[in-house]
Protein backbone atom coordinates (compact mmCIF):
# COMPACT_ATOMS: atom_id res chain seq x y z
CA UNK A 1 0.00 0.00 0.00
CA UNK A 2 1.32 3.36 -0.81
CA UNK A 3 1.99 5.57 1.97
CA UNK A 4 0.28 9.31 2.16
CA UNK A 5 1.53 12.23 3.88
CA UNK A 6 -0.81 15.44 3.88
CA UNK A 7 0.23 19.28 4.44
CA UNK A 8 -0.90 22.58 4.38
CA UNK A 9 -3.64 22.96 6.78
CA UNK A 10 -3.95 25.79 9.23
CA UNK A 11 -5.93 28.38 10.91
CA UNK A 12 -7.70 31.09 8.57
CA UNK A 13 -10.71 33.08 8.72
CA UNK A 14 -13.69 32.67 6.51
CA UNK A 15 -13.36 33.04 3.32
CA UNK A 16 -9.69 32.59 2.66
CA UNK A 17 -7.99 30.11 1.10
CA UNK A 18 -5.88 26.83 1.80
CA UNK A 19 -4.10 24.54 -0.18
CA UNK A 20 -3.74 20.60 0.96
CA UNK A 21 -1.26 18.86 -0.29
CA UNK A 22 -0.57 15.25 0.04
CA UNK A 23 2.43 13.45 -1.21
CA UNK A 24 2.68 9.52 -1.93
CA UNK A 25 5.52 7.24 -1.41
CA UNK A 26 5.26 4.80 -4.52
CA UNK A 27 4.00 5.62 -8.11
CA UNK A 28 0.34 6.52 -8.18
CA UNK A 29 -0.33 5.69 -11.52
CA UNK A 30 -2.29 2.61 -10.92
CA UNK A 31 -4.86 4.31 -8.25
CA UNK A 32 -8.37 4.07 -9.20
CA UNK A 33 -9.22 6.59 -7.22
CA UNK A 34 -7.29 9.26 -5.06
CA UNK A 35 -9.76 11.14 -2.96
CA UNK A 36 -10.33 13.76 0.19
CA UNK A 37 -12.06 12.97 3.30
CA UNK A 38 -12.87 15.14 6.22
CA UNK A 39 -13.54 14.45 10.05
CA UNK A 40 -14.96 17.09 12.30
CA UNK A 41 -15.05 16.75 16.10
CA UNK A 42 -17.91 14.46 16.98
CA UNK A 43 -18.95 13.43 13.18
CA UNK A 44 -18.32 10.70 11.66
CA UNK A 45 -15.77 11.31 8.32
CA UNK A 46 -17.23 12.19 5.10
CA UNK A 47 -16.06 12.42 1.67
CA UNK A 48 -15.07 16.20 0.37
CA UNK A 49 -14.05 15.10 -2.97
CA UNK A 50 -12.33 12.66 -5.56
CA UNK A 51 -10.26 11.60 -8.64
CA UNK A 52 -11.63 8.79 -10.60
CA UNK A 53 -8.59 7.52 -13.04
CA UNK A 54 -10.80 6.36 -15.79
CA UNK A 55 -8.90 4.32 -18.85
CA UNK A 56 -9.23 7.55 -20.83
CA UNK A 57 -9.11 10.50 -19.03
CA UNK A 58 -9.58 11.18 -14.63
CA UNK A 59 -12.92 12.30 -13.79
CA UNK A 60 -13.10 14.81 -10.37
CA UNK A 61 -16.17 14.89 -8.32
CA UNK A 62 -17.09 16.73 -4.99
CA UNK A 63 -19.49 17.01 -2.34
CA UNK A 64 -22.20 19.08 -3.09
CA UNK A 65 -21.22 21.12 0.17
CA UNK A 66 -18.13 21.82 -1.56
CA UNK A 67 -18.72 22.32 -5.22
CA UNK A 68 -17.61 25.73 -6.97
CA UNK A 69 -14.82 26.50 -3.53
CA UNK A 70 -13.03 23.03 -3.65
CA UNK A 71 -10.41 21.92 -6.49
CA UNK A 72 -9.15 18.55 -6.48
CA UNK A 73 -5.80 17.61 -8.94
CA UNK A 74 -3.25 15.24 -8.98
CA UNK A 75 0.09 15.38 -10.61
CA UNK A 76 1.42 11.66 -11.16
CA UNK A 77 5.25 13.12 -11.85
CA UNK A 78 4.97 14.29 -8.33
CA UNK A 79 2.97 11.52 -6.98
CA UNK A 80 0.87 14.46 -5.25
CA UNK A 81 -2.87 14.68 -5.24
CA UNK A 82 -3.95 18.09 -3.99
CA UNK A 83 -6.94 20.12 -2.91
CA UNK A 84 -7.14 23.83 -3.00
CA UNK A 85 -9.72 25.74 -0.63
CA UNK A 86 -11.07 28.69 -1.62
CA UNK A 87 -14.04 30.76 0.17
CA UNK A 88 -13.71 28.08 3.49
CA UNK A 89 -16.68 28.76 5.74
CA UNK A 90 -16.63 27.80 9.70
CA UNK A 91 -18.45 24.37 8.63
CA UNK A 92 -15.36 23.27 6.59
CA UNK A 93 -13.40 22.83 10.09
CA UNK A 94 -12.14 19.79 10.28
CA UNK A 95 -9.41 16.83 10.10
CA UNK A 96 -9.04 16.67 6.21
CA UNK A 97 -7.29 13.05 5.09
CA UNK A 98 -5.87 11.91 1.83
CA UNK A 99 -6.92 8.87 0.58
CA UNK A 100 -6.36 6.04 -2.28
CA UNK A 101 -7.15 2.90 -3.57
CA UNK A 102 -6.73 0.65 -6.25
CA UNK A 103 -9.89 -1.36 -5.69
CA UNK A 104 -12.79 -0.52 -8.00
CA UNK A 105 -15.51 0.33 -6.33
CA UNK A 106 -17.35 3.30 -5.22
CA UNK A 107 -14.68 6.54 -5.06
CA UNK A 108 -17.39 8.37 -2.38
CA UNK A 109 -17.35 5.35 -0.07
CA UNK A 110 -14.47 5.46 2.66
CA UNK A 111 -14.67 1.59 2.62
CA UNK A 112 -13.16 1.66 -0.92
CA UNK A 113 -9.87 3.31 -0.03
CA UNK A 114 -6.85 1.16 1.19
CA UNK A 115 -4.51 3.83 2.26
CA UNK A 116 -4.44 6.78 4.28
CA UNK A 117 -2.79 9.79 5.51
CA UNK A 118 -2.42 10.69 9.24
CA UNK A 119 -4.88 14.04 8.32
CA UNK A 120 -3.88 17.79 8.86
CA UNK A 121 -6.11 20.26 10.74
CA UNK A 122 -7.58 23.07 8.87
CA UNK A 123 -9.60 25.83 11.12
CA UNK A 124 -11.85 28.39 9.91
CA UNK A 125 -12.70 30.83 12.28
CA UNK A 126 -16.12 33.44 11.85
Known amino acids: QVQLVESGGGSVQAGGSLRLSCAAS????????MGWFRQAPGKEREWVAN??????????YYADSVKGRFTISLDNGKRALFLQMNTLKPEDTARYYC?????????????????WGQGTQVTVSA
Open 26 to 33: DDIASTYC
Open 99 to 115: AATTTRDSCARESTYNS
Open 51 to 60: IWRGAWKDQE
